[in-house]
T-cell receptor
Framework: QKEVEQNSGPLSVPEGAIASLNCTYS??????FFWYRQYSGKSPELIMF????GDKEDGRFTAQLNKASQYVSLLIRDSQPSDSATYLC???????????FGAGTILRVKS | AAGVIQSPRHLIKEKRETATLKCYPI?????VYWYQQGPGQDPQFLIS???????DKGSIPDRFSAQQFSDYHSELNMSSLELGDSALYFC????????????FGSGTRLTVV
């Protein structure tokens, strides 16, 4: 079992809809959680980070964390075609020496 | 704002050759990480350095070595290259602990022929 699990997708949503991306992790000691967006052939770009249980909002993006369920999600409101990319969930290992990535979810926003 | 600088952007090498990838972290970032990403795969952690000392090691082959220098830049040395080493190699930097996430460089695309 991978340390960080994501549904590979692709997840297809119409323009203007809400895209919901999910991630589970296995290390209960993990303290910080990140969502990165990666366009094909480009480097990962940090979208959101979250440490505490609950929701964290930044513009059209909301990250949700539930440590008891070892679950983190990303909601993208008013999805745009430019949001089409691979979204990588990442977890900071205990000790903070490395980020462990999930396999990524491909999001396609259709206009 | 200054970002993580990687060089070269593209590199083509033949099997059994040696390659050196360079990374210049964001100023004041004290930790550097190297990741390898194959086609359609997630980034795989190779190795990290904090204050010029190796802080963690992942799935880095013995043929690869890396170090961080006094100016905090890092180099990844890859010897006896194999076809399977063809991938995107990303360097990232952060402040100690990476609590605010890592900033990635644009990557070096290595092609081994």
């Amino acid at each position: 079992q991978k340390e960080v699990e994501q549904n590979s997708g692709p997840l297809s949503v119409p323009e203007g809809a809400i895209a919901s991306l999910n991630c589970t992790y296995s290390d209960r000691g993990s303290q910080s959680f990140f969502w990165y967006r990666q366009y094909s052939g480009k480097s990962p770009e940090l979208i959101m980070f979250i440490y505490s249980n609950g929701d964290k909002e930044d513009g059209r993006f909301t990250a949700q964390l539930n440590k008891a369920s070892q679950y983190v999600s990303l909601l993208i409101r008013d999805s745009q075609p430019s949001d089409s990319a691979t979204y990588l969930c990442a977890v900071n290992s205990q000790g903070g020496n490395k980020l462990v990535f999930g396999a990524g979810t491909i999001l396609r926003v259709k206009s | 704002a200054a970002g993580v600088i990687q060089s070269p952007r593209h590199l083509i090498k033949e099997k059994r050759e040696t390659a050196t990838l360079k990374c210049y972290p964001i100023p004041r970032h004290d930790t550097v990480y190297w990741y390898q990403q194959g086609p359609g795969q997630d980034p795989q952690f190779l190795i990290s350095f904090y204050e010029k000392m190796q802080s963690d090691k992942g799935s880095i082959p013995d043929r690869f070595s890396a170090q961080q220098f006094s100016d905090y830049h890092s180099e990844l040395n890859m010897s006896s290259l194999e076809l399977g080493d063809s991938a995107l190699y990303f360097c990232a930097s952060s402040l100690r602990g990476g609590d605010y996430g890592y900033t990635f460089g644009s990557g070096t695309r290595l092609t081994v022929v």
